[in-house]
């Protein structure tokens, strides 16, 4: 399955998976992507959002396992294409459940560079999940960030550098932009470097109803999670009105 170009990805924050018995994650998750693929997104990413604090690299297995669990439930329900993000940086495990279970794509936060973090340092996965990727012949594509949200950067790099590194000398398929946090937005202007160089990244965070068209010509897809819940609050379950709105006004634009 292929993701469509300027693909609108919603985004399944799993409830912490060690507080939740499994049943009601899975009745929960499978509720959540209906609505996201009967509002007609294109796209599902799947997040263990709420497992904090969060690991630096790796997950635990008992999370892992549950996690590869709700997945696999979500897939059989689903009919358009899923990806997983493993917070904080858990590259190599995403990878592994995307081949495990045939997923489409995995997010990548760190993955050129090395950024300070609320977990420590963390270094770019980017040589080890390629190596990965390619000896497990994976076609599952890598959505990687750059200048990624609750970090900061080691080393000058500009945007346009960090965008180059990730996608021409780290392998990623697409990269992702995102605001200073979880719901807040890239200033639109910062994205001028990269359209000069061909470069539409994804905004992986804060695009809405009401600053979406100033975006239109500079990103080539999104990541929505909060501006698609209830109260536009992340914790909250989505609201199926905004999401159908959010779909439609994104069709008039990037489609």
């Known amino acids: 399955m292929e993701l469509q170009s300027a693909p609108l990805i919603g985004m399944l924050h799993l409830p912490n ?72 940086n858990a590259c190599k495990q995403s990878l592994y459940l995307c081949v495990a279970l045939d997923l489409d794509f995995m997010r990548c936060n760190i993955w050129e560079s090395a950024y300070v973090t609320d977990q420590g340092i963390i270094n770019g996965a980017a040589y080890e999940v390629s190596e990965l990727k390619q000896s497990l012949a994976s076609k599952s594509l890598i959505f990687a960030d750059i200048m990624v949200k609750h970090a900061y950067p080691l080393g000058n790099f500009t945007l346009l550098d960090a965008a180059k590194n990730a996608l021409d000398r780290g392998g990623a398929d697409k990269i992702i932009i995102s605001g200073s946090e979880t719901g807040k937005p890239p200033e639109p202007s910062i994205l001028d470097p990269l359209n000069q160089y061909n470069i539409y990244p994804i905004i992986g965070s804060g695009l809405n109803l009401e600053n979406m068209e100033s975006f239109h010509g500079k990103i080539g897809g999104a990541i929505i999670g909060t501006s698609i819940k209830f109260n536009k609050k992340v914790s909250n379950n989505i609201n199926p009105n905004l999401a159908r709105e959010i779909v439609e006004k994104w069709g008039k634009l990037f489609k």
């Open 17 to 88: 998976v060690t507080a939740v018995s499994l049943d009601e994650i899975i009745e929960f998750s499978v509720h959540e992507s209906g609505v996201l693929q009967d509002s007609g997104f294109d796209g599902i990413m799947i997040e263990n959002f709420n497992d904090v604090p969060f690991a630096k690299e790796m997950i635990r297995q008992d999370r892992f396992a549950t996690i590869s669990v709700i997945a696999h439930e979500v897939k059989k329900q689903t009919t358009i294409p899923i990806g997983i993000n493993l917070l904080r």
